[in-house]
């Protein structure tokens, strides 16, 4: 998760990279010069046509997040009372997801030391 992160934040970068594929064709066989000046012209005109269209995305955008905030926003505090939590416990919750997903591939040198122990006691087994 990355803190002020959208919902299409990253799917932009895709389509970009997908459409910008097309220019390979042309620049195959092409000079290194004109390759670069394709690549350049490709990403004038991408960056042409989407400036064209900022101002509906920003609007959109905002009438989704408006959207999302009064349709969910009342579901979250529905979920609160239920369940009896405090919207402390939701900070929380945030901040510990994120130090998980932070050391997600890190392993304790406990966990190490057990998966060893098992490992040898196995053997151990293995071998009477």
Same mark, same amino acid.
């Given at each position: 998760?990355? @803190?002020?992160?959208?919902?299409?934040?990253?799917?932009?970068? @895709?389509? /970009?990279?997908?459409?910008? #594929? =097309?220019? =390979? /064709?042309?620049?195959?066989?092409?000079? =290194?010069?004109?390759?670069?000046?394709?690549?350049?012209?490709?990403?004038?005109?991408?960056?042409?046509?989407?400036?064209?269209?900022?101002?509906?995305?920003?609007? #959109?955008?905002?009438?989704?997040?408006?959207?999302?905030?009064?349709?969910?926003?009342?579901?979250?505090? @529905? =979920?609160?009372?239920?369940?009896?939590?405090?919207?402390?416990?939701?900070?929380?919750?945030?901040?510990?997801?994120?130090?998980?997903?932070?050391?997600?591939?890190?392993?304790?040198?406990?966990?190490?030391?057990?998966?060893?122990? /098992?490992?040898?006691?196995? @053997?151990?087994?293995?071998?009477?």
């Amino acid at each position: 998760m990355i @803190e002020g992160a959208g919902l299409e934040d990253f799917e932009t970068m @895709e389509r /970009v990279f997908s459409s910008s #594929n =097309a220019v =390979a /064709v042309v620049t195959r066989y092409a000079s =290194a010069y004109r390759r670069r000046v394709f690549i350049d012209m490709f990403f004038q005109q991408w960056d042409d046509d989407k400036y064209q269209n900022l101002g509906l995305m920003l609007f #959109n955008n905002y009438k989704q997040g408006l959207s999302i905030i009064s349709d969910d926003g009342s579901a979250v505090e @529905e =979920a609160i009372q239920s369940l009896g939590i405090q919207p402390a416990d939701l900070e929380s919750w945030h901040r510990e997801q994120t130090e998980f997903f932070e050391t997600i591939g890190e392993e304790s040198s406990w966990d190490v030391h057990a998966v060893a122990y /098992v490992k040898l006691l196995q @053997e151990l087994n293995s071998a009477e």
